[in-house]
């Protein structure tokens, strides 16, 4: 070998190399929520339209500085009272989570409760879990939602073809259906996270918007959190449903306690006094 193909050989060497070690850091950058922000980048972020993991990374970094109790200026709590209007759900949730450890600011108990409007239900639940902190029960109608099965409505007319059987997890935001419109194909998303429990339509039926698709057994996950938070401001209302889900034989443990604990409190709060 020549001292110039040996040059070469090294040259691609070392490119490879690079690639393998720089790129990967680059997406960490970019991505990866856990990577500190100092307050220029903060500021940054928080503005950069163009890329919507970037102001969810800030978003991220700010809660984290909330929990800590940090001076903030006024620009950013009125940054996070923008994003609550953002065309992007995942921005809207997070803002609606970022409000509730800011408890201390009126403002965003008002924006809350206009959330609990939102078309998603993802931001909905957020701004009703959100709202207990402030010690606010209005959003307790979305709370029982996480504890009920969610069924997924056609936003489309036309052929459909179901993606996901029954049994099958679906996360939210993940396709479930196709629907063949007049005019092309449109994908049918998971408005929340759950298991398929039942399909309501045979695939490859003719639907129409509004139609019931299929239904969603409620993600553990928001059956925690919502208990959770029925612990604090559940009343007897709230009581049938959270005794049904005693019955429900696929909760662990620390579900089913949370569930008794919930249970619990809520009788404390109706006997007389």
């Given at each position: 070998?020549?001292?110039?193909?040996?040059?070469?050989?090294?040259?691609?060497?070392?490119?490879?190399?690079?690639?393998?070690?720089?790129?990967?850091?680059?997406?960490?950058?970019?991505?990866?929520?856990?990577?500190?922000?100092?307050?220029?980048?903060?500021?940054?972020?928080?503005?950069?339209?163009?890329?919507?993991r970037?102001?969810?990374?800030?978003?991220?970094?700010?809660?984290?500085?909330?929990?800590?109790?940090?001076?903030?200026?006024?620009?950013w709590?009125?940054?996070?009272?923008?994003?609550?209007?953002h065309?992007?759900?995942?921005?809207?949730?997070?803002s609606?989570?970022?409000?509730?450890?800011?408890?201390?600011?009126?403002?965003?108990?008002?924006k809350?409760?206009?959330m609990?409007d939102?078309?998603?239900?993802?931001?909905?639940?957020?701004?009703?879990?959100?709202?207990?902190?402030?010690?606010?029960?209005?959003?307790?109608?979305?709370?029982?939602?996480?504890?009920?099965?969610?069924?997924?409505?056609?936003?489309?007319?036309?052929?459909?073809?179901?993606?996901?059987?029954?049994?099958?997890?679906?996360?939210?935001g993940?396709?479930i259906?196709?629907?063949?419109?007049?005019?092309?194909?449109?994908?049918?998303?998971?408005?929340?996270?759950?298991?398929?429990?039942?399909?309501?339509?045979?695939?490859?039926?003719q639907?129409?918007?509004?139609?019931?698709?299929?239904?969603?057994?409620?993600?553990?996950?928001?059956?925690?959190?919502?208990?959770?938070?029925?612990?604090?401001?559940?009343?007897?209302e709230?009581?049938?449903?959270?005794?049904?889900?005693?019955?429900?034989?696929?909760?662990?443990e620390?579900?089913?306690?949370?569930?008794?604990?919930?249970?619990?409190a809520?009788?404390?709060?109706?006997?007389?006094?």
């Amino acid at each position: 070998m020549s001292r110039w193909a040996a040059l070469k050989s090294q040259l691609i060497l070392v490119a490879i190399l690079l690639v393998c070690t720089v790129l990967p850091s680059m997406f960490w950058h970019d991505v990866w929520f856990g990577r500190s922000l100092d307050d220029q980048e903060l500021a940054e972020y928080l503005t950069d339209e163009a890329s919507p993991r970037r102001v969810q990374h800030a978003l991220a970094q700010l809660g984290e500085r909330m929990d800590r109790s940090e001076e903030f200026s006024d620009a950013w709590y009125q940054r996070v009272l923008e994003l609550t209007q953002h065309e992007q759900v995942e921005i809207r949730t997070l803002s609606a989570w970022i409000m509730g450890k800011g408890t201390d600011q009126s403002v965003f108990r008002q924006k809350l409760l206009q959330m609990l409007d939102d078309p998603q239900p993802l931001v909905r639940r957020n701004a009703a879990l959100s709202l207990v902190r402030f010690g606010d029960s209005s959003g307790r109608s979305e709370l029982q939602t996480m504890l009920s099965s969610f069924v997924v409505e056609s936003p489309f007319e036309g052929k459909l073809s179901f993606l996901v059987e029954k049994k099958d997890w679906a996360n939210s935001g993940s396709d479930i259906a196709r629907i063949t419109t007049e005019v092309g194909v449109e994908d049918v998303v998971a408005p929340v996270s759950g298991q398929v429990e039942s399909r309501l339509v045979s695939d490859d039926s003719q639907v129409k918007g509004g139609a019931k698709l299929l239904v969603l057994l409620p993600d553990p996950e928001h059956v925690w959190e919502s208990l959770r938070a029925l612990y604090l401001v559940g009343t007897a209302e709230d009581l049938p449903l959270v005794e049904s889900l005693r019955q429900r034989t696929e909760y662990g443990e620390t579900l089913k306690r949370q569930i008794e604990s919930t249970r619990e409190a809520i009788l404390g709060r109706e006997k007389p006094r």
